[in-house]
C-alpha cells in the first residue's frame, strides 16, 4: 500500500477508489479503496431513484462498470411553497421531498389558521405540495 495525504492507496492497479455518484449513498460502510471485483452497492437519496434497475457497480482492472444513475423521482416535490404570514417548523433545508413527506408551516405571531388552530401540515403527492394553511389577522 501507498499513502498518499494520509490516504491509504493499494499498490495493485486493478484497484478503484470510490464511485462519485450524484444524489446517492453507499449502501455499506464506505472504504477508501475497493479491489477487483468487488461491487458497491449504491442507495439513491430521498426523492431520487434508479435510472435502471441496476444499484450496483463492479470494480474491473480499475475502472468502474456501469455506474448507476440516481435520478429525481417524478412523485417528489421540490421546496414547499413559500405561504403569506407562516413559518415553516421543525424541518431543515432541503430540495427535494419524497413523496408523502410532510412539512409542517405555523402561523406567525398574531395569525391564526382559518377555521381554527395555528399550525397545519401539507404533503408532496405526486409531485405536488396539497394545499397549505391561510392565516388570518387575528382579531378579537
Known amino acids: 500500500m501507498v499513502s498518499l495525504y494520509g490516504l491509504f492507496l493499494p499498490s495493485d492497479e486493478k484497484a478503484?477508489?470510490?464511485?462519485?455518484i450524484p444524489n446517492a449513498q453507499n449502501k455499506q460502510n464506505s472504504k477508501?479503496?475497493?479491489?477487483?471485483n468487488q461491487r458497491f452497492w449504491v442507495r439513491c437519496d430521498e426523492g431520487y431513484?434508479?435510472?435502471g434497475h441496476h444499484a450496483t457497480t463492479i470494480?474491473?482492472?480499475g475502472t468502474w462498470s456501469s455506474v448507476p444513475v440516481c435520478e429525481k423521482s417524478i412523485e417528489a416535490c421540490g421546496?414547499?411553497?413559500?405561504?403569506?404570514?407562516?413559518v415553516i417548523i421543525h424541518q431543515e433545508y432541503q430540495e427535494l421531498f419524497a413523496e408523502d413527506s410532510e412539512v409542517q408551516y405555523?402561523?406567525?405571531?398574531?395569525?391564526?389558521?382559518?377555521?381554527g388552530?395555528?399550525?397545519?401540515?401539507?404533503?408532496?403527492?405526486?409531485?405536488?405540495?396539497?394545499e397549505g394553511p391561510m392565516c388570518s389577522k387575528w382579531t378579537m
Open 32 to 36: 477508501d479503496w475497493y479491489e477487483n
Open 79 to 86: 421546496e414547499p411553497p413559500k405561504i403569506p404570514h407562516t
Open 49 to 51: 431513484k434508479l435510472k
Open 117 to 130: 388552530g395555528t399550525k397545519e401540515y401539507i404533503t408532496c403527492m405526486s409531485g405536488n405540495w396539497t
Open 106 to 115: 405555523e402561523c406567525e405571531d398574531g395569525y391564526t389558521v382559518e377555521g
Open 16 to 20: 478503484c477508489l470510490p464511485p462519485d
Open 59 to 61: 470494480c474491473t482492472n
